[in-house]
């Protein structure tokens, strides 16, 4: 079973700064199989990236992804007020799913 | 307008069961695989269930299997979950989530609003 840690638990950053968030993985992953996403208080998640490196459709490219292997990135380049919120990366592998225990970027 | 509504949720005591339902519209439903997933208070998200298309393959997370039934009816374009001997850490928000059909793109990309589901004596 994949286990995904995330890190930092919380960035505290302000608007315009650069975010770096980190996903690793237990074992290495196929790049094609990780995910993130972004969740609001009171909304449902929002996919940001697949396949670690392709943003989603009306996805801003403010917001990117990398990384391989065990290792994987999310990166925000320069935080807008509505950017602040939790991220999550997730892995899919043989109809079983397994995410992240999230990344809280505040203010 | 592509969308999942959840509904089904409430109040339940510690053993007893629900069912959750999730409506689709806007879209092909029997050419995507569905996932449920949860947001308990406090904590992360986390993978309840998976079901593809067809119905052919279906997964559980290890918390929940034996206790839930993840099912679909590509007829009525709906979503389904029986969730049976509810425990205090079942209770949650849950969603369902579509996952994409791109090449290449195994995300969820279509989320539900959610339904809320709480497990108390």
Redesign the interface.
């Known amino acids: 079973e994949i286990v995904l840690t995330q890190s930092p638990g919380t960035l505290s950053l302000s608007p315009g700064e650069r975010a770096t968030l980190s996903c690793r993985a237990s074992q290495s992953v196929s790049s094609?199989?990780l995910?993130w996403?972004q969740?609001k208080p009171g909304q449902?998640?929002?996919?940001l990236?697949?396949?670690a490196s392709?943003r989603?459709?009306g996805i801003p490219d403010r917001f990117s992804g990398s990384g391989s292997g065990t290792d994987f990135t999310l990166t925000i380049s320069r935080l807008e007020p509505e950017d602040f919120a939790?991220y999550?990366c997730?892995h899919?592998g043989s109809?079983?799913?397994?995410?992240?225990?999230?990344t809280k970027v505040e203010i | 307008e592509v969308q999942l509504v959840e509904s089904g949720g409430g109040l339940v005591q510690p053993g007893g069961s629900l069912r959750l339902s999730c409506a689709a519209s806007g879209f092909t439903f029997s050419s995507h695989s569905m996932n449920w997933v949860r947001l308990a208070p406090g904590k992360g998200l986390d993978w309840v269930s998976y079901i593809s298309g067809g119905s052919s393959t279906i997964d559980y997370a290890d918390s929940v299997k034996g206790r839930f039934a993840i099912s679909r009816d590509n007829a009525k374009n709906s979503l389904y979950l029986q969730m049976n001997s509810l425990r205090d850490e079942d209770t949650a928000v849950y969603y369902c989530a579509r996952v994409s059909r791109l090449p290449g793109n195994y995300g969820m990309d279509v989320w539900g609003q959610g339904t809320t589901v709480t497990v108390s004596s």
Do not use: E, H
């Not at chain 1, 449902?44 to 996919?47: T, V």
């Not at chain 1, 109809?95 to 999230?102: A, K, M």
């Open positions: 094609n199989y995910a996403y969740q449902p998640p929002r996919l990236i697949y396949g392709s989603a459709t939790v999550y997730q899919y109809s079983l799913w397994t995410f992240g225990q999230g």
